[in-house]
């Protein structure tokens, strides 16, 4: 599997560089799927919490915590931007939405 790893260059700019590395994903180890997140943050760390929302009704079921560094958050911030714009390459424009803000479905908070 390549990893795209992002290396810092000059200051703010960053540089990309691919490298393979081996990725071992245990039998037991079930994809999920999320449609809200809340993200969450202190000095060292940005927390993501992976809800699924059940339609038509006031709940959400967690499916995944990820806490990660907040350099390793712009990193992602980054990796996930270069990939979206591929994607849109490949498939065209995402929409936002009918009739929902795609924000309303992110939550953050800062916590101490």
Do not use: W
Not at 2 to 15: A, N
Not at 37 to 48: R, S
């Amino acid at each position: 599997m390549s990893e795209t790893t992002l290396i810092p260059e000059r200051g703010q700019q960053y540089c990309m560089t691919t490298r393979e590395i081996a990725v071992n994903l245990p039998p037991n180890l079930d994809p999920v799927y999320s449609n809200r997140i809340q993200i969450a943050y202190k000095e060292d760390e940005v927390t993501f919490l992976f809800l699924h929302e059940i339609p038509n009704t006031n709940q959400a079921r967690a499916k995944a915590i990820v806490s990660i560094s907040p350099r390793h958050a712009k990193s992602l911030l980054d990796v996930l931007g270069n990939s979206l714009r591929d994607y849109e390459g490949k498939f065209g424009k995402i929409e936002p939405s009918q009739g929902a803000q795609p924000i309303e479905n992110v939550t953050m908070r800062g916590y101490s």
